[in-house]
């Protein structure tokens, strides 16, 4: 019975996604607050769902943009399917517009010549004119708008926003010369070249900033280099403006509600930030940008991105859950350097990046100049820093914290009862492997189809859910252990917190490195439980010292993370 509701359920919930996705996005705000009045044990999977569902809709174009980026047919392939097409040459108000050089997911870029004053421009126009909906004509002019009030020797200047024919357009700088995506057809950049080409590019995107813009869409197509190899940042269409705050502390509430898209996730795959592939607009900031930049200079050292899949929704799991293969293991004749430089943009926490492009290009620029990058920085403040610290993946602890303060409660129940038989006098190993076989067997069926109900398992959670069944089988062999060694009930149970204290090791390696410290104490714990299983004491109290630790190990961090999810339920941003 409760398998044909299960399959109702999932069946109900999909047919609500199927309707959302046919409707205008505009629209789909509106229902979904009649969804979760209708819904409401429902809405959270269901805006879940149709966030990654509108991530494949979105982020397709621009994966493809990416693939365009190695593969020259692409473009060709896609001139030919093209909404906005003319006969070339031809005029277009006091444009004559020449031949078309390149277009995106929104817009395509001519040639022009602008006849009034005689000078040859790049002129681009809104892509699917007939066919944009308001917020794309919208991104669009604000584009043009932000270029423009952009001032900087390495941003493309705009000198004309306008309509003509019905055709949203406007003018900018032509750079004669081929795109950054261009020049990594040939393969990887030589070291010195890499550098002066990405130190510009690092000021202007660091000028942006200080006028309170993150980009947000940094990658090689969206980089121009004229004949002499000057850089130029080009394309603001994802651009978002933020508080002067923002460049050197965290985002206030009104700049984080500013910077979020009703449930869309913009900008190409290979080269977006963690944060901004998971939509955790909380943490967008300068460092974005950062992260956009070391995938740019990645790609310059190997000539591919550092995160690369099949489809947009496998590329953006790997940005977000994967560490990218370090360059050498592409190009072994990788600078070294400019390895550990790119490898400090890409960390995945936003406070081990470069907290400033300024900062990057500071960086790049001591490489030039054969002087230590701070890149390379050993400290021991620094790499104890590093090693206690929360990863990535610690987010996925709020999908466990209830049910690790239940895994504390049953722990410690298991590990009193299994004392009162010691002082009991109960010297059968039956009951104790009775205990703990059926005791933790049962809760581990119960454990797991909990968490399996609160939504999708990550590779991650797998991986700590096998080391936690691989401490819970040890537990339970000890007793046989004992048994094969004709030794008394319980003599190993000291390597119980042995046991435990690995499991966290394994824990602070992939969540947070605060776990050390739950593995110090119960290795310590093991040794307590040694010394007290050796004495003669009345009443052996290792199992309850025992029980409590480990009690106390679960407890609390799933106490933290529970409060954690309950908070960010609670948050409207979140809804």
Not at 258 to 276: D, F, K
Not at 310 to 318: A, D, G, V
Not at 532 to 550: K, P, T
Request: glycine share 6%; proline share 5%; net charge neutral.
């Amino acid at each position: 019975m409760t398998a044909e509701n299960d399959d109702n359920r999932e069946t109900r919930i999909l047919d609500i996604i199927e309707d959302l996705l046919k409707r205008k996005s505009f629209q789909r705000e509106a229902l979904l607050e009649k969804i979760a009045e209708e819904h409401p044990n429902e809405i959270e999977e269901i805006r879940q769902l149709l966030l990654t569902a509108e991530m494949a809709e979105n982020l397709a174009t621009d994966f493809w943009d990416s693939a365009d980026e190695r593969t020259p047919h692409f473009s060709a392939s896609l001139k030919n399917s093209s909404s906005t097409a003319f006969n070339l040459p031809r005029h277009f108000g006091d444009y004559e517009l020449v031949r078309e050089i390149g277009r995106g997911g929104m817009g395509v870029v001519f040639e022009a010549r602008q006849i009034g004053l005689g000078r040859t421009v790049a002129l681009k126009m809104l892509l699917k004119q007939d066919w944009a909906s308001a917020s794309e004509i919208e991104r669009f002019q604000k584009e043009a708008e932000t270029a423009a009030r952009l001032n900087h020797p390495h941003i493309v200047p705009v000198f004309e926003v306008g309509n003509c024919e019905g055709y949203f357009f406007f003018s900018m700088q032509y750079v004669k010369g081929k795109t950054l995506a261009e020049r990594l057809r040939d393969g990887p950049i030589p070291p010195e070249e890499i550098a002066r080409i990405l130190i510009p590019v690092c000021e202007a995107v660091h000028a942006a900033h200080q006028q309170g813009l993150l980009h947000r869409d940094l990658k090689p197509s969206n980089i121009l280099l004229d004949e002499q190899g000057h850089a130029y940042v080009s394309d603001f269409g994802l651009v978002k403006r933020i508080s002067s705050e923002i460049v050197t502390a965290s985002l206030s509430e009104d700049v984080q509600k500013s910077l979020t898209l009703s449930g869309e996730i913009l900008g190409t795959p290979s080269y977006m930030s963690p944060e901004q592939a998971s939509g955790s607009e909380k943490l967008y900031g300068p460092t974005m940008d950062v992260f956009s930049l070391g995938t740019i200079l990645y790609s310059m050292l190997t000539g591919r991105p550092p995160f690369l899949a099949t489809s947009p929704i496998e590329t953006l799991k790997m940005v977000i859950e994967q560490d990218p293969l370090p360059p050498r293991y592409i190009n072994t004749r990788v600078n070294r350097d400019l390895e550990m430089i790119s490898l400090k943009c890409l960390q995945k926490p936003v406070d081990l990046r470069y907290c400033t492009p300024e900062e990057l290009a500071r960086d790049l620029r001591a490489y030039l100049e054969n002087e230590p990058v701070s890149a390379r920085s050993s400290r021991f403040r620094d790499v104890l820093s590093r090693a206690f610290r929360e990863t990535h993946h610690v987010g996925i602890l709020e999908n466990w914290g209830l049910l690790w303060m239940w895994h504390s409660l049953v722990l410690l129940i298991l590990c009193v009862v299994t004392n009162v038989f010691l002082w009991r006098k109960v010297d059968s190993r039956i009951p104790y492997l009775t205990l703990w076989t059926l005791g933790l067997g049962l809760w581990v069926v119960i454990f797991w189809n909990l968490r399996r109900r609160a939504g999708p398992i990550t590779f991650v959670e797998r991986q700590i859910a096998h080391l936690w069944a691989g401490s819970i089988v040890g537990s339970v062999l000890l007793f046989l252990v004992e048994y094969t060694m004709k030794l008394p009930v319980l003599s190993l149970s000291p390597a119980l917190g042995i046991i435990s204290g690995m499991v966290f090791l394994g824990k602070a390696a992939m969540l947070s490195g605060k776990f050390y410290i739950h593995a110090v104490l119960l290795f310590l714990t093991s040794l307590a439980m040694a010394v007290m299983n050796s004495q003669e004491f009345v009443y052996r109290m290792d199992l309850i010292l025992f029980g409590f630790v480990s009690a106390g190990t679960f407890f609390f961090p799933g106490l933290k993370s529970y409060r954690q999810r309950k908070a960010n339920l609670q948050d409207p941003r979140n809804l």
